[in-house]
């Protein structure tokens, strides 16, 4: 199958999103099938074809991280595309390049398959300020459904929170396919990492032997609800002195949370490590005796399938996005407020053989998420749009056969 992926974020852009689609582009090439990738052009606004497979057309900056937005579609684009003669389209953002997919998907015919990532109703404040959130979020509503709901001809959710967004509160009447995103959690496996950099890691970073080291990895923004975490951890050193938050990630308000930390002179007790790149992100991992989150805005969480990878139990905020994967009392525990958080640490630094029961757990809970699984599901989709296809051509033939008749009588 000759598969064309676009995407508004892909490498060098590190992200929940780029990681998903870097996923499935190599599951999808294990499986033997040709993927096309058309992404944006981070560099510079012009037309790039990096290899017979990369295509990047220009973007610009929206204000949104990394993200940019492209409504220059070049001729050259459009014919590379053409020449690639896909079987099928899969599109990752629904506006900028995804405006782009379903141009090109309706000009050659070719069935489109859509991914929702992003809940964007819990970033439309980026771009608003703060004025008109409650217009700017309907604005929003409208133009996913319309994605999605009207344009699509298959939709993919990465959980049952983003299925139930569509199903109870857009109303979408159409075919809804739950596939979490797959990853290579191999990589992540405390037997493929390398332990010696590890411990230089934790040298570097002043964490000893005997801490009990909470990890946090994600964007460091307002919606990750990082200041549970650090308002957490004030509690927690209070009767563990050995107890560390340690953050890595980088984002808007990442020297805003540093200030905090510095402010509550906690600097001691919460290490920031800004940025790391995505091969080194196993080793990071390792440091942690437990990974938690507190964000309510994810559509999967896949820094929780990671950790579980890493064989570190999760410790979550009660959110659809990760009730799948986090089994209470099995691969971690999941609270409500900061007293059931706090008991939650404190009883597991009390009992540690807890901790490598619940490790091994979340080892097996990660396997779920094989690159094999993940590509099997989303090609099940993708002949579900040819099949559906074939059918919509085969009735347009016949109900021209019908008019024609109609008029030879």
């Known amino acids: 199958m000759r598969i064309g992926i676009f995407t508004d974020t892909y490498p060098p852009f590190i ?75 899969h599109s990752h953002t629904e506006f900028g390049i995804g405006t782009f997919a379903r141009i090109i998907a309706k000009q050659f015919n070719i069935p489109l398959v859509h991914t929702y990532h992003t809940m964007y ?36 959710v990465p959980s049952k929170k983003t299925y139930q967004l569509f199903k109870e509160k857009y109303k979408v009447d159409k075919n809804i396919h739950i596939v979490p995103t797959g990853m290579e959690v191999s990589r992540f496996y405390k037997k493929n990492v390398d332990m010696k950099k590890v411990e230089q890691i934790k040298k570097d970073l002043g964490i000893k032997k005997d801490d009990f080291v909470i990890l946090f990895v994600g964007r460091i923004a307002k919606e990750k609800n990082l200041e549970f975490l650090i308002d957490a951890q004030k509690e927690l050193i209070k009767i563990n002195k050995n107890c560390k938050l340690v953050v890595v990630g980088s984002g808007p308000d990442y020297q805003h949370f540093i200030e905090l930390t510095i402010k509550n002179k906690m600097d001691n007790k919460i290490i920031f490590t800004n940025a790391i790149p995505w091969e080194e992100m196993p080793l990071y991992y390792q440091l942690a005796t437990v990974f938690a989150t507190a964000s309510t805005t994810e559509t999967q969480g896949l820094t929780v399938v990671e950790a579980m990878a890493a064989s570190k139990p999760v410790i979550c905020v009660l959110d659809p996005a990760f009730s799948n994967d986090v089994i209470p009392d099995l691969n971690g525990e999941v609270f409500n407020t900061k007293r059931e958080y706090i008991d939650i640490i404190n009883n597991l630094i009390k009992n540690p053989s807890k901790i490598v029961y619940m490790s091994k757990e979340a080892k097996i809970m990660a396997e779920t998420h094989s690159l094999k699984y993940f590509a099997e599901s989303v090609l099940d989709v993708y002949k579900a749009a040819i099949e559906n296809k074939e059918n919509q051509n085969w009735y347009d033939k016949l109900r021209e056969k019908i008019r024609k008749k109609g008029l030879d009588e």
Request: charge should be neutral; include cysteine; aromatic fraction near 10%.
């Open 121 to 156: 109703e819990d970033y439309v404040h980026y771009i608003t300020k703060g004025h008109f959130n409650k217009s700017s979020k309907k604005i929003v509503e409208y133009l996913t459904k319309f994605y999605c709901d009207k344009t699509a001809r298959e939709l993919i």
């Open 15 to 89: 992200n929940g999103v780029s990681t998903s689609i870097i996923s499935l582009e190599k599951a999808l090439k294990e499986k033997g099938h040709q993927v096309f990738i058309v992404t944006v052009n981070p560099d510079d606004m012009s037309y790039k074809l990096e290899d017979e497979n990369h295509l990047r057309i220009p973007g610009i900056p929206i204000g949104i991280y990394d993200y940019r937005l492209t409504g220059i579609y070049p001729l050259k684009a459009i014919n590379t595309i053409k020449e690639w003669n896909l079987d099928i389209i």
